[in-house]
């Protein structure tokens, strides 16, 4: 749904380590994930998507995972860089452009 | 090419007024949706505009509304503010409505209702 909590999950890593980010989806008719990541003071930045016909898609230093199974979406990011800290958001796109977002989670990358 | 742009970046207005938030969009881009994002409710899908026609609506009152304009420039009303629309307001653009054109995000106007 799109009901989110007060307090946002927090993932640390260290850096150079690998970073897996979770979320799950509500609606099993969407066909369209994107994931967004969001720094202190900016609007959301597409990083990567992948649609329901797929089960992974890989970027540049990322990663996404699809399981229409269990509705779960997850993003990997290899080598992980201080610049990678941030908010990261799971999408699924409704109808038009409406995107219905995930909760949440916060990036801390230890150096 | 400029990325989208939010006008004004903060604002600050008392209960019960209106404001009026504005949003370029990238030039060529003809969808703007907009978004409201709080601590409380996450990122929350207002409306969208194409060919200055709303196409789709969030779950929100009747005291949010918005426009379009003939060069794809939008902007958003908010009357008789209340404390809870207190939040990040974000607009983003995309060259179409629907399918996989990637939406590019502005970096949001920060209202806060006195």
């Known amino acids: 749904g799109e009901s989110v909590g007060l307090h946002l999950p927090t993932l640390s890593v260290q850096e150079g380590d690998n970073s897996i980010i979770n979320c799950a989806y509500s609606n099993s008719a969407s066909d369209y994930f994107i994931w967004y990541k969001q720094e202190s003071g900016k609007g959301p930045q597409f990083i990567i998507d992948i649609r329901s016909n797929m089960d992974k898609r890989q970027g540049q230093r990322v990663t996404v995972l699809l399981n229409k199974t269990v509705k779960h979406l997850s993003l990997q990011i290899a080598a992980t860089q201080p610049g990678d800290s941030a908010v990261y958001f799971c999408a699924e796109k409704e109808y038009g452009n409406k995107l219905v977002f995930g909760a949440g989670t916060i990036l801390r990358v230890k150096s | 090419k400029a990325g989208v742009t939010q006008t004004p970046r903060y604002l600050i207005k008392t209960r019960g007024q209106q404001v009026t938030l504005s949003c370029s969009p990238i030039?060529?881009?003809?969808?703007v949706s907009w978004y409201q994002q709080t601590p409380g409710q996450g990122l929350q899908f207002l409306f969208e505009?194409?060919?200055?026609?709303?196409?789709n609506k969030g779950n929100f009152p009747g005291r949010f509304s918005g426009r379009q304009f003939s060069n794809s420039r939008s902007e958003m009303n908010v009357s008789t503010l209340e404390l809870g629309d207190s939040a990040l307001y974000l607009c983003?653009?995309?060259?179409?409505?629907?399918?996989?054109?990637?939406?590019?995000f502005g970096p949001g106007t920060r209202l806060t209702v006195t």
């Open positions: 030039s060529g881009h003809r969808s």
């Open positions: 505009y194409f060919s200055e026609t709303q196409r």
């Open positions: 983003a653009s995309s060259l179409s409505p629907g399918g996989v054109d990637e939406q590019y």
